[in-house]
């Protein structure tokens, strides 16, 4: 095993140090490796009282909880937003994977919303959050293409939340139609696309035009089978095109591919941390 992890490496190594160009994909799994895990301890004393209450039993699932009321449900929210986005400062394993793609032509396209990309010093223009961003809201219906920035609003809810209720008065309504408000999320069939969200969508159109055919690495961070039409199907099938392209992929879980890329393909199942420290030694 530790033979196969030492080529591993070193062939991941060689495959980025010749990069023309490198596109990080950025799933679940890695924050969750980084250490922002939606389950376990970390869960259990952020959310003690809502688990009393609504025997909820993780972050994710909560997310679907139909809660009774718009105060309930924006206390949980602005809970599961402030321990998700606004506490967490740069983790150090988003910070070393700039520094494995730092000069090289990078971009990122990823399905967190956590803003953990940005706030480890990727350039902003350089990361697609293509499922949206916990810092803002938007209309729960999508009646207008604008999001709002939510971080003092989000902070207040918390600071006020009592018997897991946030006060009335705070309950945002949309400032068009009047309705309910939801999480920047793509939860439904709703999802705001607002102007820099297809400004992203173009950037990243272009990187890949413009990769087409170089030296290419896919960088696969933590992608499993939850949205597997977003990152890990389309990396496996520009690797399988692109005769000079390499798919690294770091996944504990489900390293399997394609077997058509097994000679494109260089997978690891360790702690990614590991791995990536491993790369930058």
């Known amino acids: 095993m530790k033979k196969a992890f030492e080529t591993g490496i070193q062939q991941a190594k060689n495959a980025i140090e010749n990069a023309?160009?490198?596109?990080?994909?950025?799933?679940?799994?890695?924050?969750?490796?980084a250490g922002i895990e939606y389950g376990g301890k970390r869960f259990k004393e952020n959310f003690a009282s809502f688990i009393e209450k609504y025997r909820l039993t993780d972050m994710y699932s909560s997310g679907f909880y139909p809660f009774p009321t718009?105060?309930?449900?924006?206390?949980?929210?602005?809970?599961?937003?402030?321990?998700?986005?606004?506490?967490?400062?740069?983790?150090?394993?988003?910070?070393?994977?700039l520094r494995l793609v730092n000069g090289k032509n990078y971009f990122v396209m990823t399905t967190n919303v956590d803003s953990q990309?940005?706030?480890?010093?990727?350039?902003?223009?350089?990361?697609?959050?293509?499922?949206?961003n916990y810092g803002f809201l938007q209309c729960s219906t999508g009646c207008?293409?604008?999001?709002?920035?939510?971080?003092?609003?989000?902070?207040?809810?918390?600071?006020?939340?009592?018997g897991c209720k946030i006060p009335s008065e705070?309950?945002?309504?949309?400032?068009?139609?009047?309705?309910?408000?939801?999480?920047?999320l793509r939860i439904n069939q709703y999802f705001v696309q607002d102007e820099k969200w297809y400004e992203w969508n173009q950037s990243y159109n272009t990187f890949l035009k413009e990769s087409g055919g170089k030296k290419l690495v896919f960088l696969e961070l933590g992608v499993g089978f939850n949205t597997p039409g977003i990152i890990r199907y389309p990396f496996e099938q520009m690797?399988?095109?692109?005769?000079?392209?390499?798919?690294?992929?770091?996944?504990?879980?489900?390293?399997?591919?394609?077997?058509?890329n097994i000679d494109k393909t260089i997978a690891f199942t360790e702690d990614m941390q590991e791995v990536v420290s491993a790369i930058m030694e």
Request: overall charge neutral; charged content about 25%; hydrophobic content about 35%.
């Open 20 to 33: 023309e160009y490198i596109l990080l994909g950025g799933g679940a799994g890695l924050s969750a490796a």
């Open 70 to 97: 718009q105060e309930e449900r924006w206390a949980y929210w602005a809970k599961h937003i402030l321990i998700n986005r606004f506490e967490p400062g740069a983790t150090k394993l988003y910070r070393d994977l």
């Open 117 to 132: 990309f940005e706030k480890s010093g990727f350039a902003f223009d350089k990361v697609f959050e293509v499922q949206g």
């Open 144 to 162: 207008h293409n604008k999001v709002y920035y939510n971080e003092s609003l989000v902070k207040e809810m918390v600071e006020k939340t009592v």
């Open 170 to 184: 705070l309950v945002p309504t949309c400032p068009v139609c009047g309705g309910n408000m939801d999480p920047h």
């Open 239 to 260: 690797t399988y095109h692109n005769k000079n392209a390499t798919l690294i992929r770091l996944n504990k879980e489900n390293p399997e591919g394609a077997k058509e």
